[in-house]
């Protein structure tokens, strides 16, 4: 589908271009060979947690525009990604109903404290500043990279080659943080700061990308490979992943009980094979488990 629509794209007005470019970016990510079901027969062996927002049910959090690990499939009309099927097994574990709450990533650990949620999976990566807000049980190895045009024409390898460029970023990501700092080396050096178009979608993000409206964006790494692989030809990753750390999933500081409950149906979801199957589901090495 991708290559016979881009053979249109070529032969279409320039002013057509960024549209078509946008919707093929959307289609890919749509048409992820991920199955959609969520289903994975998990035996309830777990305590589930009395704590919970609603009886029988686990309310969670989740920005839901991270694909591939957490994002809306139009095609099925749910949402999906490794953290949500990940998340649904783990209430299975614990004989809980899941429901997913489509959350703002700036504020989600805020929203989990007051209680939206009992709580919140959407690929956290486990800080010092955030281990101050939430308690984070780790399940995934993950780090920062640079998604860049095919060929990588700037020659870009590390965030210090992106002085006065512009870059792409989701709001309230580490590497958020991480792309401030370097801009503030940049100036520090006599370089212009870097220029960062910040939007809260990941999507959105990677779109800037594909309009070239920015050179580069600046994500988790197996963000940047899903975009890489799903859209042969157009991106590669630049340089290295670099700031290797774990995600994880957030309960709110000091619930014992419900950390207790999570990492029980995490061992659960370990043991019957069901956490090995994602990553396989999704193309994950190894050395990313948690």
Do not use: W
């Not at 409950?261 to 948690?290: E, H, I």
């Amino acid at each position: 589908m991708r290559s016979h629509v881009y053979s249109i794209v070529r032969s279409v007005p320039a002013s057509m271009l960024a549209f078509a470019t946008i919707f093929l970016l959307f289609l890919s990510a749509c048409g992820t060979s991920a199955p959609a079901s969520n289903s994975s027969n998990v035996k309830a062996t777990v305590k589930a947690p009395t704590d919970l927002i609603t009886p029988g049910t686990l309310t969670v959090g989740s920005d839901t525009t991270y694909t591939p690990m957490e994002y809306f499939d139009a095609q099925t009309n749910s949402n999906t990604g490794f953290d949500i099927q990940l998340i649904q097994a783990m209430g299975q574990a614990m004989g809980l109903k899941v429901v997913i709450v489509k959350a703002n990533f700036n504020t989600i650990l805020t929203d989990l404290s007051n209680k939206r949620y009992d709580l919140v999976i959407s690929a956290i990566t486990i800080n010092s500043d955030r281990q101050k807000q939430v308690d984070l049980i780790p399940y995934f190895n993950a780090g920062e990279s640079l998604l860049v045009q095919k060929g990588n024409p700037l020659h870009l390898t590390s965030v210090a080659d992106l002085c006065g460029l512009a870059v792409g970023v989701q709001e309230g990501t580490v590497e958020q943080t991480d792309l401030d700092a370097a801009s503030k080396t940049c100036q520090s050096q006599g370089k212009p700061a870097i220029k960062q178009t910040v939007l809260t979608s990941q999507t959105d993000v990677i779109q800037l990308l594909a309009n070239r409206r920015v050179v580069a964006t600046y994500q988790d790494s197996p963000v940047t490979s899903y975009y890489n692989k799903i859209n042969p030809g157009q991106f590669e990753v630049g340089g290295s992943v670099v700031n290797a750390a774990p995600y994880g999933i957030a309960v709110r500081k000091g619930d014992t009980q419900m950390n207790t409950a999570v990492t029980a149906a995490l061992n659960a979801v370990k043991s019957d094979g069901v956490y090995n199957n994602l990553f396989q589901q999704y193309g994950f090495s190894a050395d990313q488990k948690g």
